[in-house]
């Protein structure tokens, strides 16, 4: 495609410094690559330069989002400009320069390099989490695949430091490569990490007397190219070749940080976060890292009626019969009142409140939601519930008021509301404490994800699926509407709020075929605004978004492969 | 060795002893019962029917309830052991008996007969539901398969007729006087139990092994009968025990047709059927086999095919078309035996002077020894008969035909007219057994002189570069360069 | 010419046509095998090959007689343990990885700190449960070619023995550890302060299950191919890098 | 609806008459569980007497999906799946996959893995070839001759067992060579294996070959023509006896089989008979083969040196990093075969044995196709016993050979 | 991989190739226009200088992960050439609306079975077949198994299955581990 005018014939260009040749492209600069040419924007690094030509350099210490140490020495390629070697992350673009990545002297100093790296590396792989992820192993087996020549033992280390509440270093597999000192200090500006001692002496370690006790820690075990650092939560639960990935959100706070949702059998072991130079960068707070957990724990899994003593779990068709009776009898009176969950997504929100308007009859709803919590400057935001501003979109495209929780309260201790139908469990409040004052509510349906104080008092609980089990869309704070994907199919008997809706909607005598939440989406969201030009389908993530290694495809039934008969694996130590 | 001299003295001692003893024993009950009941008696008279005092009581006992049934059963298990002996097996060797001591021995494999018999018996006896209808001629069907080949043995003497305290007793249950009449009617009955099983099973698989159980026994029916004629036009006579004759007397096949003397003792060529009648006796021998359904003659059952005609029996009844096809064997022998290998005679080293001698003063060892002859014979036969079986592919339902029809019947009735027409030149019988052995001749020299193995050896045959392009088709051989 | 003509037909042989000839030499053989096999001992040696005496018979009587399986021969697993009797087996869960059965099932757990032991042991993961469900095992062997740490190996010479359910053949660390324990040099838990230092890493000595010992393995010029001057048949040895 | 009622049992009482003067056909079944029904195959059989007017072969009772559980695990794990194709022949299988799947990867395996390889097949084809002529003979009721087949079969198996560790289902050979070298005295062994192979193939030659009955049963039986077996797309030891001298060990030799002086049998007739004789020629070329192999086989590695495609040997594995990280990498994602295709094939015990192999570059197989003998030999079947006997398909199905693990994958 | 055949193919039938790429391996491959298949099937085997009589199989490949996926099937058929000692693959590339492809069924027999299995196993019709039907598979089954997007653990129990009780489910459930 690209003319390939200067072509090279030989790997090492005369030395002789040409003249500055005048701009090929004036704004841009252009070079060659391996014999093609790239034009690229001044100041652009030349590793992402030479990725957009097929040349993939291998590099450790580098990272786009920090300050360049250029200390792994893995990105040496030949240019042009220097007879020696340069690393490729720290040499700025110049006009016309020429660069070979594929070099037989390229080769041999990555082997070298790769040699260096590997001496006082334990024999770990087998215990290390990083394994199956880990970049020395990809490099190694890309650039170097050759035995080892090191006689004589390795330099030990501290195995097992424990840094932090959520981070845990082994000084033995560390490269040096800094990326997590650097993270501290530039990112998350706590600067709690640093190199000491010299030589081959020199290792990571928490400054003395501190702890690595940032709410941005969990990073570093993202940006550690190797197994040094490693997320304690995560530790030993799961080998990352069993685990499938699938883009998501998270749904810890209002700031909608892009994960990937990393998962076997049905249940979930981790997020990491996914690059999105809008809202997250690559970066992640350690409280929605783990915010995960409700996702495997506590989940109301099966439809049930009665309170208290009286509960007893139901096929879903008798939930349905006995919600939809006693919510048809007071349909469209004042005695109803609905409570939705900002936590929910657009989809269910759609239909959740289309089904409230228009079988329901309710005119103004109550907005529940988890309470406001800690917040700062860089990701973690006080407001917690992920989808405030999109219910605040479907409400007013619907054409129903907001009103707070406390307003609910009140009504309820006055008596006016006798029944109440909950879309999503979550409150703002003292959940024990709304539990008992919504207790005096004749007639309680909850759909729900988690069995809190209120599904306990509920007459019918629906039990609801999680976002990572079905297909969705979330609104962030700043009115980004981001779609999620399904990881695995819903726990149990399970269903998106969406679908409850949709099927009590039914009883209620609509016909409706909405078949899934982009069915939901497509019929609804054009009543609403701001989400009807919103692409539901192209704006979604890929569905292959895993790193190297690519799972088996989960089956129809959920299992995970390495499990086929044991059952879904159990998640241990949450 | 060890293992040697056991079975070589079984063979030698122990076998031959107790058929001795089973024949000694029906002289001697056959005997006490003609005393005991002088009513039926009429008159002493060898070579007649030994039917009119009560002496065939103690032919059935021994001779058709013990002999017979024992040794079929034994054959149930000789079966599988012998051929495991020709395969490179052990056989049935699991069943073990009795005190510790004893257990430590496998007995080979007799015990085995006690637990199929038991196993037998007290299987489930299960009947298709499609069989329903016909639930009585499902049942009759292994009776039928059965009685008639049992029947068969009422009328082989298994010795000859001697005088015990005055009475003449034979080894025979009934010596009528149609003799071997007897044996090709009833013989033909036992169709009846193969192909009413086959089709009262009302499966598929079975019917097919009905039908062509009842075609092939049908046409082997004649070659049977007709490979038997020669013999018949020979000795002038369709009855076994004038068939086999006596040796004292020289009759039957009991005589030399050469006669010499070594040491006193008197050798030569006896005019058995097996020498006058060679071409009789293959022929005799091949229907036989087709009689009783074995290989290679086994596509009634074929089980490789269609399974065969009890495919839908279990239990007992299963049981009675196995022991029948075994009755079938020994009584199959037992009429070669009678027929054509000079029934209870050696033939040799003193037969005439034995019967002479022995045979005048202790007439019931003589005629003990001789039925202990003829047991011996059948045994023989017994097994090459299983040989045979488990060497031998089997034929297909056409080729069986063909066989029948177009060879063994051909043949049979050129036998018959050449037999004929040489006793008619001869009736001294010299004629008749020179052709016999200028045949035993030819067929030995046949077998004797190997065809070498052509090209087959492979590698040293097909020879490095000296292809044989010319023996390949012409497509395949331009086919390739 | 690589092709020769192998077809023949028999039926063009006087003997053949007449049945008999061919038939009795067929008999003959039959007859010489039961001969030999009724009137000779049975030699009960289990490898049947190595036999000797007239007797052709190859039946081994188990369970009376047992074969003893070959070097190699892929039986029961069994995880090895080490010196202090824990398992070797540090879940690194290749094994279940490259199962293709799928019929390994591992959970990994981690040493407290607080826990006396864990000072010297440097492989703070151990498996808490490990679990081959027999049934699905097909014997591949890949579990074995799969380890990184010697610890699971299928050189019992046995085969699962029979159970009467399902879950018997679900064999745990109590039921596969066993057989003596194994150290290599090169084991994380002698290389820390306070047990002796490998004075060379290379110089262990590994049997693959039935190919002998593997001998170092350096930089090395590219293998000639020795070949032998002689001529009788080479045996076949084992496989040497000089 | 009275007269009605009355009248239908008399109608069927006619019938029933009128039945006696009409012949039908009959159907029967054999199979799945038919004694001489190799693995799980049906034959439903339409009969006119005893002769066959129809046969339609109906498989898929042993189908495992061989081909999907293949594209979800990485090429070495595939081996024991190929196993069970023809797990008569299971060494034929493993290593041709292994060939093509070298192929794919552009390498060439060392000497002495080649003439392993050689040996190997070729034990497993007398190992197929003494199966497939003994259970000939089995099924036309001479039992002795197969269990001499048997007995020859067991020592091979057992020489087998010494070199994988398995009897039947072997998973031997990984991509680039062997996973081990063959065992101290194997040779010897296996030499002593051949002899006794040797007697005992003479043996069932003079109970089989020479025999009048079994060469009516087999002569002029099950024939089928050169064009025909050529368009059924019949290979191996079936094509040869139609006449068409068609070996790929000879039209595109592969390892060591250029430098094996043997030679390839062909037939004429195309009928049952010549079949098992090129078995039984086979198996005598094959005797020579290993004999050959086993004299002229170097020292040397069984593996390729190249840490990317196989396993580095084990003390590099326990002692150093390096080891250990190509060890995972190998483990946990296959070796990386180039994306790309081919078709590769090589000659097992039945005909081709064809490869179709895609490759999009990760560690798992895209796709496997697997063109098994089998398959077309009995797709042919149908023409080969149409018009003929009952008691025909019985040796006929067994001359082809066909067995249930490759034809229904 | 006969280069020879795929001249011929091109100079006797003009415009039925595609596309004649080389693989990786050197193996030459020819692109068929689907409706040119029968014709193209039969001069490859009736050619004398051809002669690619020996049949061997037929199979379809689903490109719906590669990279290049559309059409999104191939069918690939291949031949041998006992005179040429070649082999011939052909392929035939149909979308996913419309899977159907001329049966060569009366050209060589063998192909009956072959087609029968990719119909199984892909969903490809075979236009002018004589019994298309399911080969493997039974005939309940619904879909086809090998399609990339078929779930590699769909369970069809178009049969009540019969339960096992002490099937075994893995640690925790039967007191084990």
New interface residues.
């Given amino acids: 495609m690209s003319p390939k005018d200067n072509k090279p014939s030989s790997p090492p260009p005369p030395a002789a410094p040409p003249a500055k040749p005048a701009p090929k492209n004036p704004g841009f600069v252009t070079l060659n690559i391996d014999g093609k040419e790239v034009t690229a924007k001044p100041g652009t690094n030349l590793i992402t330069a030479a990725k957009t030509v097929g040349a993939d350099i291998p590099y450790y210490c580098w990272h786009h989002r920090l300050s360049i140490a250029a200390n792994c020495r893995m990105c040496l390629v030949e240019s042009s400009t220097s007879p020696k070697l340069v690393p490729a992350c720290q040499t700025a673009l110049q006009e016309g320069m020429s660069i070979r990545t594929d070099t037989e002297r390229v080769a041999e100093v990555r082997r070298s390099v790769m040699e260096f790296l590997l001496l006082n590396h334990p024999v770990d792989c087998a215990i290390c989490d990083q394994a199956g992820e880990c970049k020395l192993e990809d490099y190694y087996q890309r650039l170097d695949h050759k035995p080892s020549r090191l006689e004589g033992g390795k330099i030990l280390r501290n195995k097992r430091k424990v840094l932090g509440p959520l981070v845990v270093l082994d000084q033995e597999r560390c490269v040096q490569c800094t990326r997590c000192v650097r993270f501290m200090d530039e990112v998350a500006k706590e600067p709690q990490l640093g190199m000491f001692a010299r030589g081959s002496e020199e290792y990571i370690d928490v400054f003395p007397g501190q702890q690595l006790t940032s709410n941005y820690s969990g990073n570093v075990v993202d940006l550690c190219p190797v197994g040094a650092l490693l997320n304690r939560d995560f530790r030993f639960r799961a080998r990352s070749w069993f685990l499938s990935t699938v883009a998501s959100v998270c749904t810890g706070c209002s700031r909608g940080c892009n994960t990937y949702v990393d998962f076997m059998g049905q249940d979930v072991y981790r997020y990491r976060p996914r690059e999105n130079d809008a809202i997250n960068q690559s970066w992640m707070c350690d409280q929605g890292r783990l915010s995960y957990k409700p996702l495997n724990l506590a989940r109301v899994q099966a439809p049930s009626l009665g309170r208290a003593d009286d509960r007893r779990e139901v096929t879903a068709a008798e939930a349905l019969l006995r919600a939809t009776a006693q919510l048809k009898a007071m349909a469209g009176t004042a005695e109803l009142a609905v409570l939705v969950s900002p936590s929910c997504s657009n989809e269910d929100l759609l239909a959740g409140l289309t089904f409230a308007k228009d079988a329901l009859g309710v005119r103004h709803l109550y907005v529940g939601g988890r309470p406001d919590g800690a917040a700062d400057a860089l990701l973690m935001r006080a407001d917690k519930n992920p989808n405030r501003k999109g219910l605040a979109w479907v409400s007013a495209g619907l054409g129903l008021s907001l009103e707070p929780f406390a307003a609910l309260l009140k009504a309820v201790q006055a008596g006016t509301v006798k029944a109440l139908y909950v879309l999503g469990a979550e409150v703002p409040v003292d959940e024990a404490e709304a539990a008992r004052t919504l207790a005096q509510v004749e007639f309680i349906a909850v759909q729900a994800t988690n069995v809190t104080p209120l599904t306990e008092t509920a007459d019918v609980v629906l039990p609801t699926a999680t976002h990572v089990e079905d297909e969705g869309s979330f609104v962030q704070e700043d009115g980004v509407v981001q779609r999620v994907r399904r990881a695995f199919p819903p726990r149990g008997s399970t269903r998106g709020h969406w679908n409850w809706a949709v099927d009590i909607m039914r009883e209620f005598g609509f016909p409706l075929t909405y078949e899934s939440a982009r069915d939901v989406f497509r019929e609804l969201s054009p009543k609403v605004p701001e989400l009807a030009s919103f692409g539901w389908d192209s704006e979604a993530p890929p569905l292959k978004t895993q790193r190297g290694l690519q799972p088996l495809a989960t089956g129809a039934d959920g299992r995970p492969p390495g499990y086929r008969e044991f059952g879904a694996p159990r998640v241990r130590g949450i | 060795m060890n293992r040697t001299l056991k079975i070589l003295s079984v063979a030698i001692l122990l076998v031959p002893g107790v058929l001795f003893g089973i024949s000694w024993a029906q002289y001697r009950v056959g005997g006490w019962l003609a005393e005991s009941c002088p009513v039926f008696h009429t008159q002493l008279q060898l070579c007649d029917t030994g039917g009119t005092s009560l002496a065939w009581v103690s032919a059935l006992l021994f001779h058709m309830l013990l002999f017979v049934m024992v040794l079929a059963t034994l054959l149930t298990v000789a079966e599988r052991k012998w051929s495991a002996f020709t395969q490179d097996r052990i056989g049935p060797e699991r069943a073990r008996i009795g005190p510790a001591w004893m257990r430590k021995h496998s007995f080979g494999g007799l015990p085995h007969v006690a637990a199929d018999a038991l196993k037998m018996i007290f299987k489930e006896n299960t009947r298709p539901k499609a069989a329903d209808r016909d639930r009585i001629l499902f049942w009759l069907g292994p009776v039928l398969a059965f009685a008639p080949v049992f029947a068969l043995a009422a009328v082989i003497p298994f010795g000859p007729t001697v005088p015990v305290n005055g009475y003449a007793i034979s080894a025979q249950v009934a010596n009528p006087n149609f003799g071997l009449l007897y044996v090709l009617a009833i013989a033909s009955l036992a169709v009846y139990g193969t192909s009413l099983a086959g089709w009262a099973s009302n499966s598929k698989f079975a019917l097919l092994g009905g039908v062509r159980a009842a075609s092939q026994m049908i046409s082997y029916e004649v070659a049977l009968g007709l490979s038997l004629v020669g013999m018949m036009v020979a000795f002038s006579t369709v009855q076994l025990p004038v068939l086999i004759g006596s040796a004292a007397a020289g009759t039957g096949q009991a005589q030399y047709l050469w006669q010499g003397s070594v040491l006193g003792l008197d050798f030569g060529v006896p005019a058995w059927g097996i020498f006058l009648q060679p071409l009789g006796f293959l022929l005799f021998f091949t229907a036989a086999f087709a009689e009783t359904k074995r290989a290679p003659f086994d596509v009634p059952e074929g089980e490789s095919e269609i399974i065969g005609y009890f495919l839908e029996y279990s239990g007992m009844k299963f049981g009675t078309f196995m022991i029948s096809e075994f009755i079938e064997v020994v009584v199959l022998s037992a009429l070669i035996t009678a027929i054509f290998l000079g029934g209870w005679h050696l033939g040799f080293a003193g037969d005439v002077a034995l019967a002479q001698g022995l045979g005048k003063s202790h007439p019931v060892l003589y005629g003990a020894f001789c039925g202990a002859v003829f047991a011996m014979k059948v045994v023989f036969l017994c097994w090459f008969q299983l040989i045979v079986r488990w060497t031998f592919p089997r034929f297909r339902y056409d080729q069986i035909m063909t066989l029948g029809w177009k060879v063994l019947l051909p043949l049979g009735l050129f036998n018959l007219f050449a037999s004929a027409a040489l006793v008619l030149l001869d009736p001294s019988l010299h004629w008749l057994a020179v052709a016999g052995l200028l045949e035993i001749a030819v067929l030995a020299g046949l077998t004797l002189t190997r065809k070498a193995p052509k090209s087959g050896s492979g590698h040293e045959a097909a020879g490095h570069g000296t292809p044989d392009v010319h023996a390949l088709p012409a497509a395949a051989a331009s086919a390739h360069h | 010419m690589a092709y020769y003509q192998a077809t023949k037909d028999p039926t063009t042989d006087i003997r053949e046509r007449t049945y008999v000839p061919e038939l009795l030499h067929g008999l003959a053989v039959t007859i010489r095998h039961f001969m030999r096999n009724l009137f000779f001992p049975r030699d009960t040696n289990t490898d049947v090959l190595n036999r000797t005496g007239t007797s052709q018979i190859t039946t081994v009587s188990y369970p009376e007689e047992q074969v003893t399986y070959p070097p190699g021969y892929r039986g029961l697993h069994r995880l090895v343990p080490r010196e202090d009797g824990k398992p070797r087996c540090v879940a690194c869960y290749l094994c279940a990885t490259i199962c293709p059965a799928q019929c390994i099932h591992i959970e990994a757990g981690e040493y407290e700190t607080t826990d006396a032991s864990a000072d010297s042991r440097v492989i703070e993961k151990y498996p808490t449960s490990f679990v081959i469900d027999e049934l699905r095992c097909i014997v591949c062997g890949l579990c074995v070619e799969a380890c990184p740490k010697d610890a699971i190996r299928m050189d019992t010479g046995r085969h699962t023995p029979s159970e009467y359910t399902r879950s018997g053949f679900v064999w745990d660390i109590p039921r596969l550890l066993e057989g003596p324990p194994v150290n290599h040099p090169s084991d994380p838990w002698l290389k820390r302060p306070g047990s002796e230092r490998p004075a060379h890493a290379h110089l262990e000595k590994h049997a693959r299950i039935g190919e002998g010992l593997v001998p170092l393995k350096l930089p090395r010029p590219a293998h000639p191919v020795r070949t032998e001057v002689t001529s009788g048949p080479v045996p076949v040895t084992k496989f040497l890098r000089d | 609806m009275a007269d009605a009622k009355d009248t239908v049992p008399q109608q069927a009482e006619e019938g029933e008459l009128e039945a006696h003067l009409h012949t039908k056909r009959m159907l029967i079944n054999m199979g799945p569980s038919h004694p001489a029904m190799h693995g799980t195959v049906r034959t439903r059989v339409e009969l006119e007497g005893e002769t066959i007017v129809r046969a339609i072969p109906e498989i898929g009772f042993l189908h495992r999906g061989f081909q999907k559980s293949c594209e979800n695990v990485t090429w070495n794990q595939c081996l024991p799946y190929t196993d069970r194709l023809n797990y008569v022949s299971a060494l034929m299988n493993n290593f041709g996959f292994l060939k093509a799947v070298e192929m794919l990867c552009g390498i060439t395996i060392p000497e002495r893995a080649q003439y392993i390889r050689v040996i190997a097949s070729e034990l497993h084809r007398i190992h197929d070839h003494l199966t497939c002529v003994g259970s000939i003979g089995l099924e036309l009721g001479g039992f002795a001759p197969f269990l001499y087949a048997i007995e020859g079969r067991e020592l091979i198996m057992d020489r087998v067992t010494e070199l994988t560790g398995a009897r039947l289902t072997t998973s031997f050979g990984r991509v680039g060579g062997l996973n081990r070298d063959v065992p101290e005295g194997w040779a010897e062994r296996v030499l002593k294996t051949l002899d006794k192979c040797h007697e005992l193939i003479g043996e069932m030659d003079t109970l089989l070959t020479a025999n009048r009955i079994f060469v009516d049963r087999m002569q002029g039986v099950g024939v089928i023509t050169t064009e025909d077996a050529l368009d059924f797309g019949f290979t191996g030891p079936c094509l040869r006896a139609c006449g068409v001298p068609y070996d790929v060990r000879k039209a595109r030799p592969y390892w060591v089989y250029e430098r094996m002086a043997f030679d390839v049998p062909v037939g004429k007739n195309g009928d049952n008979f010549d079949r098992y004789l090129m078995r039984m020629e086979e198996l005598k070329q094959s005797e020579a083969i290993v004999r050959q192999g086993l004299k002229d086989i170097p020292p040397g590695p069984v593996i390729v040196d190249d840490w990317r495609i196989a396993l580095p040997p084990k003390s590099e594995v326990y002692g150093t990093i390096e080891g250990v990280i190509a060890h995972f990498k190998l483990v946990m994602e296959g070796v990386p075969v180039p994306a790309g295709e081919v078709y590769d094939s090589s000659e097992a015990a039945n005909g081709e044995l064809g490869w179709y192999l895609v490759s999009d570059g990760s560690g798992r197989p895209y796709k496997v196709h697997v063109r098994a003998p089998g398959f077309a030999l009995l797709s042919g079947l149908p023409r080969m016993v149409e018009g003929r006997m009952l008691a025909d398909l019985i040796p006929t199905f067994d001359t082809i050979n066909m067995i249930g693990g490759e034809v229904e994958q | ?1 006969s280069a020879f055949a795929l001249d011929r193919i091109t100079k006797v039938l003009p415009g039925a190739l595609l596309d004649r790429p080389v ?3 050197g ?1 030459h491959w020819g692109l068929v226009r689907p409706d040119t298949l029968p014709a193209v099937a039969q001069l490859v085997k009736s050619d004398p200088e051809l002669a690619f ?5 037929i ?1 379809a ?2 490109r719906l ?3 290049d996926n559309t059409p999104r099937f191939e069918v ?1 058929y ?1 031949a ?1 050439s ?2 040429r ?1 070649e ?1 011939l ?1 052909l392929k035939v590339r149909v979308p996913e609306e419309r899977p159907e492809v001329p049966s060569l069924a009366h050209v ?3 192909a ?3 087609e029968r ?1 990719v119909w199984d ?1 892909y969903g490809i019709r075979f236009l002018g077949h004589p019994d298309l039907t ?5 005939e309940e089954f619904k879909g086809h ?2 399609r990339k997007d ?6 069809q129990p178009l049969t009540p299955e019969r339960p096992v009780e ?12």
């Fill in positions: 991989m693989d990786r391996t193996g009589k020996l049949f061997l199989s199979d490949v689903d992960q590669l990279a690939v291949f041998y006992v005179s000692n082999h693959r060589y027999q063998g009956n079975w072959w299995f196993f399911r080969i493997l598979m039974y198994p090998l078929y779930p590699l653990r769909g369970r002490d099937i075994f489910r893995g640690p925790g459930t039967s007191g084990v581990g």
